[in-house]
């Protein structure tokens, strides 16, 4: 028997073995079903049945045809060259480069990105005279994706499937917006699938020659195909008179990806569409040990609408930890626990790389960055950009900047028209010129300009807000600076700045998709402040940590979001924040109810069959919602894991005794394990709960910033402390924690 075949047991041999005809894998996570899919693709070259072109192979992310490709040479033992091999997109992109005639475009078409688009379409809405404060173009951009994942083109739309968008036009709109991108030779990425299926319904001809040059096809994680990719793969896969070489594999229990229109029915249509079809069912898994099978299969029993596979540890070491639940009194907590379990597994010889720390929502990383800096651990942050790079939070670390430091022209113009205020080229130029002449900052140059009154109309109103806003902020710091006050001063000029400029209203008013998200970063950013006793001292932090290495070796932790771990595995995972409408997700369960719940438990499931070896779950008993605190409860998720699958540890320093005191401790401010709490709440929330207990001289203390110290003496709010490394410093009290010794 060849050698590759060896690797595989009966079941996945027989999925490699079975090369004609129609073939459904539909296994459990980690029972090889990538395997079996990359060993197939080289068995069809390896036996002959077909070169390197003449078979089409799909993956989920870009990340995954790189690796199948790589697997593919290693069994082939030379590298292999002309794949069709990749997403979706890339696949379709490739063919209508070659067709795009035929919808209007040549082959040298620009592929739009989503500001592109979104400009585009309100252009074609203004033509329309819509008003567009009452009907957002982010939301009927979203109309219009929709319609294009289930391969609707505006010809297809019946009246009844038109949304009731301005009045029933945005099925017009959506034709004018096609044409648009017509003139200008141009797809968005919705269009790369919509066009080439509609060229393959249309075009015999094109289809017949794709028949021809495809004999096999292979489709990894098809439980997440949405419509429109459906209907492609049975385009090229059903052939008058011939059998369909097609080779499905996936799994109804990691469907996740629903709110982008996936459809798990593709899976149970698939003996239907293709009559004959073998179905082969996969049970060992190869990946996790036993309790983290155990763990993950429990906890996916909950759901309903399941099709049920067995499961069960194929592994010969499986026998290994418990799924450790670890429950810490707060996200700092959390971070630092996190950090040193993976110094530890460090030390203990375990590489980063085969660490992950898995979060729900993109805002989660930030805690763990700052902790991986502080430690000095090299990490990356997969499928998305480090907390620090995002836009948003870099625009709002120019509002900081600008308030702070009013000659900070680099910020100032970042700013200055975000939102937009009128201020055009020509206003602009105007500005650098008068900045220039009067050797002063741009801040300076406005005000210059607004007193002679070159600036006129709608720019000098808005700048002079803009000014205002800014002017009183300097105010409010100057105050807190003075002491008047104790902080948090700074965090509530920070939200004030915020929301009086308009920044946050400009991403509440977007109705784009990843306008929540954003939005939970700017709230997660102002949190961060509260590690700080002055904006100066955070800005210089932020300063710091984006300088940070982008060039450390290979050698480390993953953070990415649970959607984007889909296929991978490591050694060690970390899976935290499980806390009642963190994860689950509020907002999901709000707008799908049940049915988000399920999809939000198999996000739990494809969480924790991502580890080999360990699987640590934590939960925080509060968050901070700004500088308020806020109460959470478990996941309910950590319930449904069973019991002897699962090792239940406390925190390594105080939660447990301040969580048995909380209650009194703050006296009425945290209505703990009253509701389920929201996990984002209403963006108007400053203020700070005062903290009560006191701590006495001797008590072991870590504060952010200065790390571990020892309190001297303390009075009021104000602690004198003892740091380890920063030495001796007065500290406002409620930015230390008790720590044990
Ligand atoms: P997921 O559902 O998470 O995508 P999967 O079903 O695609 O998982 P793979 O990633 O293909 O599973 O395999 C999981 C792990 O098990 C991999 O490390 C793989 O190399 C290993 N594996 C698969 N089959 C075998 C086998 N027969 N013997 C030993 N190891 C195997
Ligand atoms: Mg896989």
Redesign the pocket.
């Given at each position: 028997m060849t050698s590759y075949l060896e690797?595989?047991?009966p079941e996945?041999r027989e999925a490699v073995e079975t090369v004609d005809g129609p073939l459904l894998v539909l296994?459990?996570?980690?029972?090889?079903?990538?395997?079996?899919l990359t060993t197939r693709f080289a068995h069809i070259l390896l036996s002959g049945r077909a070169s390197p072109g003449q078979v089409l192979a799909v993956t989920f992310t870009n990340r995954a045809s790189r690796e199948m490709r790589e697997r593919v040479a290693v069994i082939l033992g030379r590298p292999v060259e002309g794949l069709w091999l990749g997403t979706f997109h890339a696949l379709c992109a490739r063919m209508l480069r070659r067709h795009a005639e035929y919808v209007g475009l040549t082959s040298s078409f620009t592929i739009l990105d989503t500001d592109d688009q979104l400009r585009l379409l309100k252009q074609v809405m203004e033509l329309h005279r819509i008003d567009i404060k009452r009907w957002p173009a982010p939301g009927l951009m979203g109309a219009i994706q929709r319609w294009k994942d289930r391969g609707l083109t505006p010809d297809r739309i019946t009246p009844s499937e038109d949304t009731d968008f301005a009045g029933g036009k945005a099925r017009q709109i959506y034709g004018d917006y096609q044409e648009r991108l017509r003139q200008l030779n141009a797809a968005d990425f919705g269009d790369l699938m919509l066009h080439i299926v509609e060229i393959l319904r249309t075009r015999p001809d094109v289809l017949a020659q794709y028949h021809r040059a495809f004999r096999y096809i292979l489709v990894?994680?098809y439980q997440d195909t949405n419509t429109i990719q459906y209907l492609w793969l049975r385009l090229l896969a059903q052939r008058e008179g011939f059998p369909s070489n097609i080779c499905c594999?996936g799994?109804d229990d990691?469907s996740i990806y629903s709110w982008r229109g996936a459809e798990v029915e593709n899976i149970l249509r698939f003996e239907k569409d293709f009559p004959g079809a073998t179905i082969v069912r996969?049970e060992?898994n190869?990946?996790s040990t036993a309790p983290i099978l155990g763990a993950a299969s429990g906890l996916i029993a909950h759901n309903e609408g399941r099709m049920g596979k067995t499961l069960r540890p194929?592994r010969e070491d499986s026998q290994g930890d418990k799924v450790l639940i670890a429950s810490v009194w707060d996200s700092d907590e959390e971070a630092r626990l996190v950090g040193e379990r993976i110094e530890q597994l460090h030390r203990e010889g375990n590489t980063l790389s085969e660490m992950a720390i898995l979060v729900r929502a993109g805002f989660q990383t930030r805690a763990f960055e700052e902790r991986m800096i502080t430690l000095g651990l090299p990490y990356r942050v997969i499928g998305g950009m480090r907390f620090y790079e995002r836009a948003e939070i870099r625009d709002a670390i120019a509002y900081m900047r600008a308030m702070n430091q009013p000659s900070d022209d680099l910020a100032f113009e970042r700013i200055i028209n975000l939102p937009r205020r009128g201020v055009g080229d020509v206003a602009l130029s105007a500005l650098h010129s008068r900045a220039r002449a009067d050797r002063v900052p741009m801040t300076e140059a406005v005000l210059r300009l607004l007193a002679d009154g070159t600036l006129k109309g709608r720019v000098r109103d808005q700048l002079g807000q803009l000014m205002a806003t800014l002017e009183r902020g300097r105010i409010g710091l100057a105050e807190a600076a003075q002491g008047e006050q104790i902080a948090p001063v700074h965090i509530r000029v920070v939200e004030t700045l915020l929301e009086e400029s308009g920044y946050i209203d400009m991403w509440k008013r977007d109705k784009s998709p990843d306008a929540p998200g954003r939005l939970d970063n700017l709230k997660e950013l102002v949190r961060a402040l509260v590690d700080f006793e002055t904006l100066g001292g955070f800005l210089e932090h932020v300063s710091l940590v984006m300088e940070n290495d982008e060039n450390a070796g290979a050698d480390r932790v993953n953070l990415m979001t649970l959607h984007g771990a889909?296929?991978l595995?490591f050694d060690n995972v970390f899976l935290p924040g499980w806390e009642e409408g963190l994860f689950p997700s509020q907002r999901t369960m709000d707008e799908s109810g049940n049915k988000g719940l399920e999809e939000e438990r198999r996000l739990a499931y494809?969480g924790i069959?991502?580890a080999r070896k360990r699987a640590l779950i934590s939960h925080a008993a509060n968050r901070r919602i700004y500088a308020n605190w806020q109460s959470s409860i478990p996941s309910r998720f950590i319930d449904e894991i069973p019991e002897e699958h699962a090792e239940r540890m406390g925190s390594t320093s105080l939660a447990r005794e301040q969580l048995r005191n909380a209650p009194t401790v703050f006296s009425g401010q945290f209505p703990l394990m009253a509701k389920r709490p929201r996990a984002i709440e209403s963006w108007e929330q400053p203020g700070r709960a005062p903290r009560s207990d006191t701590l006495a001289p001797g008590t072991r203390v870590f504060h952010q910033k200065f790390g571990y110290g020892i309190v001297k003496s303390a009075d009021d709010n104000k602690l004198d402390v003892e740091f380890e490394k920063a030495g001796f410093k007065r500290v406002l009290d409620n930015y230390v924690q008790q720590v044990s010794e």
């Open positions: 690797r595989l047991n996945q296994a459990g996570a980690g029972t090889g079903k990538t395997r079996v990894d994680e594999v799994d990691q996969l060992s190869y990946r194929g889909k296929g595995e494809v069959t991502r």
